[in-house]
């Protein structure tokens, strides 16, 4: 069975996460991400803290080569406690 999607692979694919700044969220993303792929630089990894500085988002754009690639990034970064969000 194939599955659908609208990108063509490989691409270039920003993922976003965001949790709480009081955590050291940028390794912990990278750490998660380079599990699955190993074109992730630091040049590739943007951190934006909230206006309050409560929350930190971080996005880290990869090389993706197929969408059970994307999605098990995602699932992984879902699944940690310290990830609120991701995009």
Do not use: W
Request: proline share 6%; charged share 20%; aromatic share 4%.
């Amino acid at each position: 069975m194939s599955e659908e999607t609208l990108l063509v692979f490989p691409c270039e694919f920003p993922i976003k996460a965001m949790g709480k700044a009081d955590v050291e969220l940028d390794l912990l993303v990278l750490d998660i991400v380079r599990r699955h792929t190993d074109s992730v630089t630091q040049d590739r990894v943007n951190t934006r803290p909230s206006k309050n500085g409560t929350y930190v988002s971080i996005t880290v754009t990869v090389t993706a080569t197929s969408k059970p690639q994307l999605d098990a990034i995602y699932q992984d970064l879902s699944g940690h406690p310290h990830i609120l969000m991701v995009l």
